[in-house]
């Protein structure tokens, strides 16, 4: 079956799983637990020490797309659009033309409601599906206090979710929304919701996979360590150390050697 037609038909149903990767090894992991991978802007806070997103280029996207592509068989692979690549319908379109030539991803994800509609709609016009981002939107976002907390605030996303529904986007992500907010959106619109500390109430849940294992420091409250990696990489790395020293490693089986050489 065709990979959107099978998330958007988890609606109602079952859970959607989706998580980030930024290369292979990670992505080839997470795959079959997945049914989206997501080459997030994150990656420039978390892997470049950015202070926020604006700085990720889009050659930057590119590169880590491509690593991750060759890791992912069976999720739908998700690449983010970065900051100041869409800022007009042809802007946009050209530059998602690239990300999906040059990484083969499936769809691109922009940020933003009202604003990004007629650019949603070229980009889907010429067959590029679109995922969605409301709530918080790190691209522009001043802090990143949680949203719906104003009536006005409310009803401005819950129309954004329903114009983005309109325009064709197959699922939207909700970072950082008020629970009820987002039981309402995902009620009300017709597509599934992917949460980031916006509740259970979501279709589906994302989560930076470097938070998830424990391998970037971040202490937000929608982040739960489902594991620690970074305990694990510092006893092999002691263990190396160790043997090392000690002329434990290498041993003759890690070496190469030939009979006969004086
Ligand atoms: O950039 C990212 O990783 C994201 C997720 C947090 C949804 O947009």
Not at 129 to 139: A, S
Not at 183 to 197: A, F, L, S
Not at 222 to 245: C, Y
């Amino acid at each position: 079956m065709n990979k959107f037609l099978k998330i958007k038909q988890k609606k109602n149903k079952s859970k959607i799983i989706c998580l980030t990767a930024y290369s292979k090894n990670i992505a080839s992991i997470i795959d079959k637990h997945c049914d989206i991978i997501l080459v997030g802007d994150s990656l420039g806070s978390v892997l470049y020490n950015f202070s926020s997103t604006k700085k990720v280029t889009l050659d930057m996207m590119i590169e880590h797309s491509k690593s991750v592509r060759m890791g992912v068989k069976k999720s739908l692979m998700v690449v983010d659009m970065p900051h100041n690549t869409y800022r007009n319908a042809k802007e946009a379109l050209n530059n998602a033309k690239k990300i999906i030539s040059k990484t083969k991803c499936d769809a691109v994800k922009l940020e933003g409601g009202k604003k990004v509609i007629r650019t949603i709609k070229t980009l889907i016009r010429n067959k590029i599906p679109v995922m969605g981002h409301l709530g918080v939107l790190p691209q522009s976002a001043k802090n990143f206090k949680f949203k719906g907390k104003e009536t006005t605030e409310r009803k401005i996303i819950l129309r954004d979710s329903k114009l983005l529904e309109e325009a064709g986007v197959f699922s939207i992500v909700l970072e950082c929304i008020e629970s009820s907010l987002s039981k309402e959106i995902t009620k009300t619109i017709n597509i599934p919701t992917i949460g980031i500390g916006a509740s259970s109430y979501c279709d589906g849940q994302v989560l930076v996979t470097d938070d998830l294992i424990g391998l970037n420091k971040i202490s937000a409250r929608f982040v739960k360590r489902f594991s620690n990696i970074e305990k694990q990489i510092n006893e092999a790395a002691l263990k190396f150390k160790k043997d090392v020293v000690t002329s434990k490693f290498p041993t003759k089986k890690h070496s190469y050697q030939i009979k006969n050489i004086v």
